[in-house]
T-cell receptor, first 116, second 112 residues
Framework: AQKITQTQPGMFVQEKEAVTLDCTYD???????LFWYKQPSSGEMIFLIY??????QNATEGRYSLNFQKARKSANLVISASQLGDSAMYFC?????????????FGTGTSLTVIP | DSGVTQTPKHLITATGQRVTLRCSPR?????VYWYQQSLDQGLQFLIQ???????AKGNILERFSAQQFPDLHSELNLSSLELGDSALYFC???????????FGNGTRLTVT
């Protein structure tokens, strides 16, 4: 089974609108971390946001928020007030706990295009 | 700036050759990860080191090898290069168990 699933290969959003990028994960660990990364066309991988499995509140970082639904094993990224510079590839990732080797897993990514 | 340094930024070489990619992790980070990203592909995990020891292996070819040195910098060696090895190679480092990976800017390898 896939550890991280991103079902949206491509998404479009109008500038200034909000967009949700979907991510589901699979783990039997109690302690794990969920992350989102942005990869613009220039190629670098930029860390955006982190959610710990024990965190009760959804993580927020500026215009980014992580909609964490533990029972559904989903960790969707919400980008508010989209900007042209948000056009990029977005990867969801999970880091499992020490018990299972502390591995880091990435999804296949969602390509986001912001339309002026 | 993530604090992870990768050199060189670009590398062009011929099939059959050998290259070495270098990574300096963020200060204090003990874990180093190597990933390969081919054109329009996701990230393929190659190998992880923790404080000089190999911790996990992914889909790393036998032609590829890596090591982490006592000063914690790491090198990825790619030999008998093939056209299909052309890719962006990332190094990432991490300090603790449940923490983000911080990526270098990558080395873009082109095999001609």
């Amino acid at each position: 089974a896939q550890k991280i699933t991103q079902t949206q290969p491509g998404m479009f959003v109008q500038e200034k609108e909000a967009v949700t990028l979907d991510c589901t994960y699979d783990t039997s660990d109690q302690s794990y971390g969920l992350f989102w990364y942005k990869q613009p066309s220039s190629g670098e991988m930029i860390f955006l946001i982190y959610q710990g499995s024990y965190d009760e509140q959804n993580a927020t970082e500026g215009r980014y928020s992580l909609n964490f639904q533990k029972a559904r094993k989903s960790a969707n990224l919400v980008i508010s007030a989209s900007q042209l510079g948000d056009s990029a590839m977005y990867f969801c990732a999970m880091r499992e706990g020490i018990e299972t080797g502390n591995q880091f897993y990435f999804g296949t990514g969602t390509s986001l295009t912001v339309i002026p | 700036d993530s604090g992870v340094t990768q050199t060189p930024k670009h590398l062009i070489t011929a099939t059959g050759q050998r290259v070495t990619l270098r990574c300096s992790p963020r200060s204090g980070d003990l874990s180093v990860y190597w990933y390969q990203q081919s054109l329009d592909q996701g990230l393929q995990f190659l190998i992880q080191y923790y404080n000089g020891e190999e911790r996990a292996k992914g889909n790393i070819l036998e032609r590829f090898s890596a090591q982490q040195f006592p000063d914690l910098h790491s090198e990825l060696n790619l030999s008998s290069l093939e056209l299909g090895d052309s890719a962006l190679y990332f190094c990432a480092s991490s300090p603790t168990v449940i923490s983000p990976l911080h990526f270098g800017n990558g080395t873009r390898l082109t095999v001609t």
